[in-house]
């Protein structure tokens, strides 16, 4: 697997960073579902997507949200999603653990 390994010091040179930080995955969903999974949300906490997301990304929070964690949306604007639709999301959102 050369490649993979010169394609990982590749990357790592353009980004500054170590080749074992780098980790390729099958898609983008997988990614997600890794990440997503990482996060240590509770009850009361909250996480903002938009109106715009695939469906496949917004089932990968679902599991967050059976576990009490709020999933408030984004709306776009004429296609475009500005700060303040994120900024009304965090606004309506409820307090979080502090």
């Not at 496949?56 to 999603?81: M, P, S, Y």
Request: net charge positive; no cysteine; hydrophobic share 45%.
């Amino acid at each position: 697997m050369p490649q993979i390994t010169e394609t990982r010091a590749a990357l790592a040179r353009l980004l500054g960073i170590k080749p074992a930080e780098i980790a390729f995955t099958k898609n983008t969903t997988e990614g997600l579902t890794i990440a997503a999974h990482a996060f240590d949300l509770a009850a009361g906490d909250n996480i903002v997507l938009t109106d715009m997301e695939h469906v496949a990304k917004v089932w990968v929070w679902k599991h967050w949200q059976a576990k009490g964690v709020e999933i408030r949306v984004a709306r776009n604007r004429a296609g475009r999603l500005p700060a303040e639709a994120f900024e009304e999301g965090l606004r309506h959102a409820r307090a979080g653990r502090g």
